[in-house]
């Protein structure tokens, strides 16, 4: 499919600059899968690589995608750019739909979003009472 196709290129620019993927890929030690996991952990955090590395070969699928997750969001958190990218790009929309149900959608920083889902949460209980 396309979309497989797209992800496999992306994931073959970014073995570009990752040595030790390229030589797995080479080796055929990884899946495409596990590959498109290690590229874009690796790319967040490169020093972390060859730990990506053993660790898809070693773990099971769902816990190796968590562990990626893990290093890709401690690697970004680390950024002192990470927060500044997040807050511009905040949104939120809300609309009614066909039916005269309202929708929203949106993106807020941890921050501002624990307090705002517990809200809607809060209020989501009481109207389903």
Do not use: N
Not at 36 to 50: G, I, R, W
Not at 108 to 116: A, C, F, I, K, Y
């Amino acid at each position: 499919s396309v979309p497989e196709a797209v992800s496999v290129i992306d994931t073959a620019k970014k073995a570009e600059k990752l040595p030790a993927l390229a030589e797995a890929l080479s080796a055929g030690q990884l899946s495409p899968t596990q590959a498109k996991v290690v590229a874009s952990a690796a790319s967040a955090d490169p020093a972390s690589e060859s730990q990506l590395i053993e660790a898809a070969t070693t773990l099971p699928m769902a816990e190796f995608s968590g562990f990626a997750r893990t290093v890709a969001r401690d690697a970004r958190q680390a950024d002192p750019e990470h927060h500044k990218r997040l807050h511009a790009a905040r949104f939120f929309h809300s609309w009614v739909d066909t039916e005269g149900v309202l929708r929203f959608s949106g993106g807020v920083t941890p921050e501002d979003g624990v307090p705002m889902l517990s809200a809607v949460r809060s209020r989501a209980a009481f109207v389903a009472a």
